[in-house]
């Protein structure tokens, strides 16, 4: 099969030339298209780069590993939950060696940058409902398209785009009292 | 169409021109909706700011770890494609044999039928009576091959010249056929690669990057490595990946290739010299405290205990 022929393929038809022939060139095109959307929500739950790391080598190991337990549907929902899984282990685990004693902290710090206004919008995206919270991470800050992001939260494309902005209607809501400096 | 509706719109750029009109009409009649839609404009702005960063080193970190993963990979079971390529001498040997085997009888039909010298052969029947095809171009080839060889052929009984050589030829031009088309397959693919990263190579070499081109060398080494009777171009692509990592001073990425080398010198049965590069690379990795040496310590161990 040529080099072009996969890049043609769906994730899930490349995953499952990987799962079933342990076709190295399908394992490749799937890493290169989610390797970065992956390191960088590592990057951003974590707050730091080991951290990140470490989690993103885990995630890659399950995924070499245990490529048994994807069962179809869609292989970045399934990816994801092994992200989000790994994770949450890891940040519990530095929870218990108290390692990262305020993560909140570690996160809004991370979102921090030279700029001001990055902090407060990145202070206000913390203060979002859960499942707006989501979607505002998943789009602006790990650069999901809107298909995947409803493969990854089991939504419609419509509902998912409906749902983003109202996250942004909430978000400019909470950043009224900085309208000026927004605009 | 709503308000909101068409700000999602445009805050997506997905927003037609018809629309931009309504929108346009909201906006200039209702100040609080202009307020609103430069309000999300600027959020948008400033998420968009916020968007996570990918640095350099976060990037080689993902091209290395990448490498690493693909490597973990145990190997494909043979597929029919390789099958039929490990088939390949075998096929190749039959193909020799029954040619053998042609020119054996046809000596001993000589000596056994000795037929009259005016009995005509009847090749021209054979040849005109079968279409015109690869395989009876090649009957014809394998046919004169014989008789030059032997130099009896207008001796020998008609049916036993065309059917011997007939058998030996369409073996031949079947084999030759599938193997060309294996070759095809398996070379076309790693031509395809080998031109992308070349193409990569020249392109990091001409613009000065040294990272990216010491990655591009790393990946021609591990390329050419896999191919039959291009070791040495491997070794010559990895030579200059690490010397362009010496000359960055990373660690890391120096310990990479001389695992690699490593590999490479396996695979050559240079034993010594392998380890001696898989001890470095450990070395280097364990001075960069990096991620990476948990991997190459069970590559070493796994070969070490070999």
Known sequence: ??????????????????????????????????????????????????????????????????????????????????????????????????????????????????????????????????????????????????DEIAAITNQS???????????????????????EQLV | MTFDELAAKYLDGEISTDEMAILDNYTKSSPEMQGQLNLLTAVDRSLKANRTVITEKDALFLAVSGDSFVNMIPSAPATLL???????????????????????????????????????????????????????????QTAVQTETTETVTEKVKPVQQSVQPRAAAESQVKSSELLASIEEKNTSRNDELLNQYL???????????HLKQALAAKKLGILYREEKGRQAESRKYFDKALSLAADMNNKELSAEIMGEIALLELKNGNKAIAFNHLEKCIENLRSAESKRLVYWESVYKRYKSE
Request: aromatic residues 10%; proline residues 3%; positive net charge.
């Open chain 1, 1 to 146: 099969m040529k080099e072009s022929q996969y890049i043609e393929m769906t994730d899930e038809q490349l995953f499952e030339c990987y799962q079933k022939k342990n076709d190295k060139i399908a394992f490749r095109a799937l890493y290169d298209r989610y390797s970065k959307k992956i390191y960088a929500y590592c990057l951003r739950v974590t707050g730091n780069r080991e951290s990140a790391q470490d989690i993103f080598q885990q995630v890659m190991t399950n995924i070499v590993d245990k490529k048994e337990s994807f069962k179809g549907g869609s292989y970045i929902a399934w990816l994801m939950t092994i992200t989000r899984n790994t994770s949450l282990l890891h940040k519990r685990s530095m929870k218990k060696t108290e390692e990262l004693s305020d993560n909140s902290l570690v996160i809004s710090n991370f979102h921090s940058s030279d700029s001001y206004l990055k902090e407060m919008v990145g202070e206000a995206v913390h203060k979002l409902p859960p499942d707006y919270r989501e979607v505002i991470e998943l789009r602006y800050f790990d650069d999901f398209s809107y």
């Open chain 1, 157 to 179: 494309i419509s509902n998912v785009k409906i749902r983003l902005f109202r996250a942004k209607k909430f978000l400019s809501e909470i950043l009224i009292p900085f309208k």
């Open chain 2, 82 to 140: 390789q099958k039929l390529s490990g088939i390949k001498s075998a096929l190749a040997g039959k193909i020799i044999g029954i040619t053998a085997a042609g020119l054996v009888l046809t000596g001993l039909g000589y000596f056994l039928l000795k037929p009259p010298a005016q009995e005509p052969t009847n090749k021209a029947a054979v040849q005109t009576a079968a279409p015109e095809t690869t395989v009876n171009k090649a009957i014809e």
């Open chain 2, 199 to 209: 193409t990569d190579y020249f392109a990091q070499e001409q613009a000065g990057n």
